[in-house]
């Protein structure tokens, strides 16, 4: 259980190293994660946590300090045997769909690491049914919604059979119902397989799934430690462009209001569950 | 208008034509396109015009679905029939009305050319009606294969290919989302004369390019990320499976070349 999967030592990464006045867009950050954690990493446009998503994979590296992975630093050398072993999802979900249809995309991490064909149809089937879209197997990107995209790309990630999944802001460009489909398949795929999770995003609802959070600011880590700790902060996380989660930012104007709550709320459920009480009490 | 051309269209289906290899069709198709020269008579192209129906049967396309779906094609088969008709002047003269003279080589070679025209356009058309574009690409990747001993990228191209199919009804969509944004911003497009239309195009061509380009470098960083290193190592999720049906077709196409030399003039 307690394997470090990924871990940064003093990482410092500036874009233009050439240009003295360039602003390191991430600065002297160090953490660790074990395996079976959910991590969200968050925080607001600019704060250096895309460029972390891409020093974990490999497309930079640190200028200082250094990234590990699975063990391995990460250099020239490891760097596919990595990538084997991890799963990413982007954004945009239409611009990392490769395949003509869904089950061709599943497979392409497959058909590039060279496994043989009969057991890629039994690993795509495996992964389309962990994300429930087997039945779409044939369809073509363009009949699907942003949400299932995502759930295919998951799969297609899933297909490697990683020990750690990153979604990089894999949220964010679906509406409600999109995003409830995404983080509802990680929530049941970290049940059953334990699977370690990055989330990268700037959605403090989503982050409060988490079991840790770790906050950047300006390239640096803010702060880091569970969804109450992290948001207990309250008006600094304001200040950084963080909306807290609704039922957070309800308790907080209710207790200005006079309403003697008793605790934080992260859910609306627990929210509300107290609430009906109070007025029991009352 | 669009949604009636059927030139370079898929329709599913399940026939014999459907399920078999793509690499034989597309052999199948290029020689085909060899052997109609064979035929110089009206044996030859009667042959021809049977044979290639035959194949439309077995394909289940319908007939006047291909034919309706085929109307542009039909104007100018109509015009080089006509083109021959009044242009060639030898043999018998048929018909004079003023200065309109038929001759009978220019009838017969009229219909020759019209029917070999027709032929073509139906056997390719049942080509891509009846195989997926990502067939097409895959078969079209192995038949080129032997190409790889001179450098030819094959795998390259097949990948290009795949990929910019992949990408079309997502281009679509966004060039009409580009429209509706220039409307609503008073952009006029579609009236004025043609120097203004040409105008209007530029306003939907550059947002167009700009997202494209962003779409391609979101792209290549997924299927890195993905582990794609190239052609070298790869293994295909696809397979092809040549069948008795597909070595069957081949032979039935050099029984018609055989036939057609038979009776050739």
């Known amino acids: ?282 | 208008m669009m949604e009636k051309m059927i030139f370079g269209r898929f329709i599913p289906g399940d026939s014999v034509v459907h399920r078999m290899d793509p690499r034989a069709k597309i052999l199948f198709v290029f020689l085909f396109i060899a052997i109609v020269f064979v035929a110089n008579n009206a044996w030859g192209y009667a042959i021809l015009l049977g044979f290639t129906l035959l194949v439309v049967f077995l394909s289940k396309i319908r007939l006047y679905f291909l034919i309706n779906g085929l109307k542009p094609v039909f104007i100018l088969l109509i015009f080089t029939f006509f083109l021959h008709l009044f242009f060639t002047r030898e043999g018998d003269l048929l018909f004079s009305f003023g200065f309109i003279e038929i001759y009978e080589e220019g009838l017969r070679q009229g219909i020759f050319i019209s029917i070999r025209f027709l032929v073509l356009v139906f056997m390719t058309s049942v080509l891509t009606l009846t195989t997926s574009p990502i067939s097409i690409t895959d078969g079209i990747e192995v038949l080129l294969g032997p190409f790889k001993k001179i450098k030819l990228p094959v795998h390259e191209l097949a990948l290009m290919m795949s990929i910019s199919l992949r990408f079309i009804p997502t281009l679509m969509d966004e060039t009409g989302k580009i429209l509706k944004a220039q409307m609503a911003r008073g952009s006029d497009i579609g009236s004025g004369p043609m120097k203004e239309r040409v105008k209007a195009v530029v306003p939907l061509l550059i947002p167009l390019f700009v997202s494209a380009f962003k779409r391609a470098e979101d792209l290549a960083t997924a299927m890195e990320v993905r582990g794609y290193r190239g052609g070298e190592g790869r293994t295909r999720y696809r397979q092809l499976n040549w069948q008795l049906a597909d070595t069957l077709s081949l032979v039935l196409l050099a029984g018609l070349t055989a036939v057609l030399w038979y009776f050739r003039a």
């Open chain 1, 1 to 282: 259980m307690n394997t470090e999967i990924l871990s940064f030592e003093n990482v410092t990464f500036t874009y233009n190293t050439e240009d003295e006045t360039m602003r390191p867009a991430v600065e002297n950050v160090t953490f660790s994660i074990e395996s079976g954690e959910w991590i969200a990493l968050v925080g607001h446009n600019g704060s250096g946590k895309s460029t972390m998503a891409k020093l974990m994979n490999g497309l930079l590296f640190p200028n200082e300090g250094k990234v590990k992975v699975f063990g391995h630093t990460m250099s020239e050398e490891t760097l596919w045997d990595i990538r084997s072993q991890m799963g990413m999802v982007f954004q945009n979900p239409d611009n990392q769909f490769v395949g003509a249809t869904v089950q061709d995309d599943v497979a392409f991490a497959l058909e590039n690491n060279g496994v043989p064909h009969a057991q890629m149809v039994e690993r795509v089937h495996v992964a389309l049914s962990q994300v429930k879209m087997e039945d779409y197997k044939d369809h073509e990107p363009h009949h699907l919604s942003g949400g299932q995209k995502q759930r295919v790309a998951i799969a297609g990630a899933l297909a490697m059979r990683p020990k750690l999944l990153i979604l990089d802001e894999a949220t964010s460009m679906l509406d409600p119902q999109g995003r409830m489909e995404v983080i509802e398949t990680i929530r049941r795929l970290r049940e059953s397989t334990g699977l370690t999770v990055i989330s990268i995003t700037h959605d403090l609802e989503e982050a409060a799934l988490a079991e840790r959070i770790i906050v950047m600011n300006r390239g640096q880590k803010h702060v880091e430690g569970t969804p109450a700790a992290v948001f207990n902060e309250g008006s600094e996380l304001t200040e950084m462009g963080l909306d807290l989660p609704f039922a957070m930012r309800m308790t907080h104007l209710l207790q200005e209001a006079g309403v003697a709550l008793q605790e934080e709320h992260m859910t609306e459920d627990k929210l509300v569950d107290e609430l009906w009480k109070y007025y029991s009490r009352a």
